[in-house]
């Protein structure tokens, strides 16, 4: 359920964008205030909150505990996986006419089938919401507190300095977070 409410948090910014479009077009009468149209705005409403708890369960996770690791090699790549979905975002918000039922359904099986394979294959590091938090996407080498070289995706707010020691909560070799460096 964590990974499924992780990758609605992926898609908050698309969700904002359709809210807003559909409710200047209720506003400026282009669509009427009329039960389906109400029923997309709550869907929207859910979504955006749902993504919301799912984001910030992951970050203050308790069950993950951070280990120490030293990073010896990082590659920023935070601008590889963020337009993609850009271009996503412009798509639904402003082709899409949610106000048609056939539309909605159709609005809604895509966001399930990119649901299965964002889920199925772990691919939480294209999470744009984070970098439009300020994070920045790595993969990174480091070595652990035994010594021994491994590679992860890892979020980071700020540039990660090379040598140095962090403290990270590593969720999979595909998602985790820098919680806090140390102090020298």
Avoid: W
């Amino acid at each position: 359920m964590n990974n499924i409410l992780l990758y609605l948090s992926a898609f908050i910014p698309m969700y904002v964008l359709v809210f807003v479009k559909q409710s200047i077009d209720m506003i400026i009468g282009v669509s009427k205030a009329n039960a389906h149209n109400i029923m997309v705005l709550c869907f929207l409403t859910v979504l955006v909150v749902l993504g919301i708890v799912g984001l910030k369960k992951e970050l203050s996770n308790k069950t993950q505990k951070s280990k120490k690791i030293k990073i010896i090699c990082k590659k920023n790549t935070t601008d590889e996986h963020f337009l993609g979905y850009f271009s996503l975002f412009v798509l639904f918000a402003i082709s899409f006419n949610l106000t048609r039922v056939s539309m909605f359904v159709i609005f809604v099986l895509i966001l399930l089938m990119i649901g299965v394979v964002y889920v199925k294959n772990k691919l939480f590091y294209i999470n744009p919401l984070l970098n439009i938090l300020g994070y920045n996407f790595y993969d990174i080498n480091y070595l652990d507190e035994s010594g021994e070289e491994q590679t992860t995706k890892i979020f980071f707010k700020g540039d990660l300095l090379l040598n140095k020691d962090y403290y990270v909560k590593i969720k999979d070799e595909n998602f985790s977070f820098v919680s806090k460096d140390t102090k020298k």
